[in-house]
């Protein structure tokens, strides 16, 4: 080759490494997206295999045969790459292993370390004269390895992105796409050159191509947005699912399940998918069956004691018949503990204002009680008689005759004794909407709602006659009580109820002037410029 072509051909692989920089630049930056990494490292090694080809053809010391065998220090490297690369953007869930790393690298790491050590007893690239790149790589025994491992690396990635091409669609089958026409023309021209059709005999065609294989991933990466649209993988959406997944056939045999059903199965069964659902989850499985079983929509079970919801799903043909089921639980435990939760704290919350509104009543009542008799006071009688402003009504008022006198012979406890009898007697013998009251003393106030003077008059006579005959035993003895009596009523006494019982008062003092144990009337209310009100009337004794 003249030193013109050879000029010509040595700058076209320079613009070509420098190429695959650029765009090695350009993919680091994204180098978090699955496959980023890879495919910076392997344009760097193609970067490195074209670099070197064109300082062989300068013959740029220390000579032509050291430059041609450093290109292999990009050759081994690039496949490894290609596959790292594939294997990241289709199974991006999927880590390599220990053994996996040990099949890959064993090779480059053997042939680095041949080239290291300048080739010794021509293992590598055997023992002939070195005329140009293919005399050179028609060589050793471990040349062949390296071809062998090399094709077999890029024939497994090409068929796992053609894999992942026909089973995506839109911007991931175009970006599968870019991948693989990067990769396929330069390494076609390579195994088209290493079988011997070589249509430039003095060139190695495959390093003029890798600008093709730069450019194309740059446009990838500008034009289909590629390592910025990172495909989701099944098993990186499904297994991480905290939810537990379980795809049943027809048959109820287990197609699919993620690591949060495995969880749920039986540990004994390494490998559950195609078995019956009830032999994958023995502990569980009949009442599992049992409950999903022409089920479509959501139940709630107990498993192993703990709350599950779960949502079962028919996969149904375009007849509509079910071909099997999807089935999706959640533990729901720790949610149905806190509604259990706030459901006992809601019902004791609910007692307590139960407890707080019954000892309101209490209080309440108990403000408008007298604590000796049991009876209503005086503040319960002043709100009963506002209710009854503007209604007819008649009042009693109830006095203790000589009651000073049961004090002074049977001290206060006989006379509290003497107080609880009337107050029993006379709470007894009210009906349902009428009113007894302690006054204050030996005073009592029996309020009737609707009730006329006369009506009342003989209902008090009957009290004061029972009283009478009933007495009191103090002291292993009985003691004789008499009671006397007022009574006033409105509208005949007057409609301000303070005035009614104001003229049941004066009745009162008047039957205790006239003798008491009787019963005295109000007389009716004298007109402006009459004379002075007649004496009360007197029950009949």
């Known amino acids: ?56 053809w300068l013959d740029v010391p220390p000579g032509a045969v050291f430059w041609l065998d450093a290109t292999f220090f990009g050759v081994v490297g690039a496949p490894v790459c290609v596959w790292l690369l594939t294997r990241e953007f289709t199974q991006p869930d999927r880590p390599m292993r220990g053994l996996e790393w040990l099949t890959l690298l064993a090779v480059p790491g053997v042939t680095w370390g041949l080239l290291l050590l300048g080739d010794p007893g021509g293992v590598l690239f055997g023992t002939g004269p070195t005329q140009d790149a293919h005399t050179r790589l028609a060589g050793g025994p471990w040349f062949r390895v390296v071809v062998l491992h090399g094709y077999a690396l890029i024939a497994l990635s090409a068929l796992a992105l053609g894999q992942f091409w026909l089973r995506t669609s839109g911007v991931y089958r175009r970006q599968a796409g870019v991948l693989l026409a990067g990769l396929c023309v330069p390494w076609g021209v390579n195994f088209v050159s290493v079988l011997g059709e070589r249509p430039f005999p003095d060139f190695d065609l495959t390093p003029m191509l890798f600008m093709v294989t730069a450019l194309v991933f740059l446009w990838g990466l500008l034009g289909f947005r590629l390592f910025d649209l990172v495909p989701v993988a099944r098993h990186q959406l499904v297994e991480q ?123 309440s009542e108990q403000s408008v009680r007298d604590p000796l008799t049991g009876l209503h006071n005086r503040r319960h009688l002043g709100r009963a008689l506002e209710v009854l402003r503007g209604q007819p009504f008649s009042v009693l008022l109830l006095d203790i005759d000589h009651f000073k006198a049961v004090n002074d012979s049977y001290g206060h406890a006989g006379g509290d004794a003497v107080l609880r009898a009337v107050a029993g007697q006379l709470a007894g013998a009210v009906r349902p909407g009428e009113t007894v009251c302690r006054y204050g003393g030996e005073e009592f106030v029996v309020l009737l709602p609707g009730v006329g ?89």
């Open 1 to 56: 080759m003249n030193d013109a072509l050879a000029s010509s051909f040595a700058a076209w692989l320079m613009g070509s490494a420098l190429a695959a920089l650029l765009t090695a630049r350009f993919a680091w930056r994204r180098r978090q997206a699955p496959g980023a990494t890879p495919l910076a490292l392997l344009l760097l090694s193609l970067a490195v295999w074209t670099l070197t080809y064109a300082l062989h």
């Open 453 to 541: 003077t006369d009506a009342a008059l003989a209902w008090a006579e009957g009290w004061r006659q029972a009283i009478a005959a009933r007495g009191v035993r103090l002291g292993g003895q009985r003691v004789p009580v008499t009671v006397s009596l007022g009574l006033a009523g409105a509208p005949e006494h007057g409609t301000d109820p303070d005035r009614v019982l104001l003229a049941a008062d004066g009745a009162l003092y008047a039957a205790k002037e006239g003798g008491r144990n009787q019963c005295r009337v109000a007389p009716p209310p004298v007109p402006e410029g009459t004379s002075p009100e007649a004496p009360a009337l007197e029950c009949p004794t």
């Open 241 to 363: 699912l905290g939810e537990g997944v379980l795809v049943l056939d027809g048959q109820g045999r287990v197609l699919d399940l993620n690591a949060s059903a495995r969880r749920l199965a039986d540990p004994a069964l390494a490998h559950p998918v195609g078995h019956p659902v009830t032999r994958v989850f023995p502990r569980r499985g009949g009442d599992l069956a049992a409950q999903i079983n022409g089920l479509e929509g959501q139940t709630e079970l107990l498993i192993d004691g703990r709350s599950h919801e779960v949502r079962v799903s028919h996969l149904r043909d375009r007849a509509g018949r079910s071909q099997g089921q999807v089935v999706v639980w959640r533990d729901v435990t720790r949610q149905r503990q806190a509604e259990a939760a706030l459901r006992r704290a809601h019902q004791e919350l609910q007692a307590r204002l139960t407890e707080i509104e019954r000892l309101q009543a209490e209080l």
